[in-house]
């Protein structure tokens, strides 16, 4: 059977994405599942992190969040059977490709899938619900009644952050990079209850992003949001690329804090100069780093990751969450589909088998 691999050259060199034969044991591991995989979301290869915690192989596997029908199922299995539906997300180290016919997988990477999810849908979405989650329960622990500023909303993981946040009562701000992403932000509601907009303010930074600290006062009434999650930040004021343009200045972000605020970043290399901490310490303000690779990294939390897990998909099937439909691509595209999403990591493609 075929799965897609990236064949990691110079550390210079763009990775190189092939399709490549592969076989599965012909015996599964006592807690390991056999599963036919009918879709598989694509996420961009972070490489320096496979690096970082000792990974290193001549082809990396590709493809990692998946949904599928289990086929067999090991002796000490506790939770499957065969026939179930299940959804999870393969661990870094996993030695399979989703995009193969069929993966082996531990069984505590796995929750059942409802059945009236669609499978294109929970694999497209799954990693941007687990970053969400993440980002809002884990880090900045929100309650009803904050005030959350999202960076660039319109993004699948801005959008995830929006819905979960508007259900658990909290008041959303965000910013919009385009005048199409400003409409569609602005038309937002909920699928049940009062059909009220799901972001009380959208902030167009497409123009001109010095705006935004005024505004975002204006809405808290001086005081400052409780919770900002970002999509990336300027570090410098200049010599950034043209893409950078549109996010917000470290400064900015911590001026819109409020007392206490939090501020979650997916920025891994952030970096603070002492008149930004001193601010932060003034607001006794805090900031996290958003990793979510850590729930399969690490089986510390592994109750909890599975509890997210579930969550996320029981919201999804019943309208809470709603991903933007993503038109899912066959097999023979994947390659050119995961060079288009490791190239620009806010775009999403989900293969189906």
Known sequence: MKGLYCRVGASD???????????????????????????????PLDLKLLDDVGIQRDSIPVGREVAGVVLQVGPKVAFFQ???????????????????????????????KPEKLSSVCVAGALHDGLCAYTALHT????????????????????????????????KVLTTSHS????????????????QDPLVARVIPVYNDSS????????????????????????????KEPEEMKLLPHKHDIISVLGVGGHWVTSHQD??????????????????????????????????????ILKDIVEKMSTGVLRPQPEEPVPLY?????????????????????
């Open 270 to 307: 952030l970096q603070l100069d002492p008149p930004d901490c001193r601010l932060l310490y003034l607001k006794s303000a805090s900031l996290s780093f958003l990793n979510p690779e850590i729930w399969t990294a690490s089986s510390a939390q592994q109750g909890r990751y599975l509890h």
């Open 139 to 170: 880090h900045a622990r929100m309650a009803s009644g904050h005030t959350l500023l999202v960076l660039d909303g319109a993004s699948p993981f801005g959008l995830m952050c929006i819905q979960l946040a508007c259900y658990h009562g909290v």
């Open 82 to 112: 065969p026939e179930d539906e299940v959804v999870g997300i393969l661990p870094l180290d996993s030695p399979c490709s989703g995009l193969c016919d069929a993966i082996d997988i531990d069984e505590h990477y796995l929750v059942q």
């Open 13 to 43: 060199a763009e990775p190189k994405f092939v399709i490549q034969e592969t076989t599965l044991p012909e015996v599964l591991d006592s807690h390991q599942v056999r599963v036919q995989v009918k879709a598989c979301g694509l996420s």
């Open 179 to 194: 005048q199409q992403k400003h409409t569609f932000l602005e038309q937002l509601r909920p699928s049940v209850g009062v």
């Open 333 to 353: 595209e994947a390659t050119v589909a995961m060079e288009t999403v490791q190239r620009h990591p806010k775009k999403k493609a989900v293969v189906q088998l």
């Open 211 to 238: 705006d935004l600290l005024s505004v975002v006062l204006e809405e808290t009434g001086g005081l400052g949001v409780d919770i900002v999650i970002d999509s990336g930040v300027r570090l410098q004021e200049d």
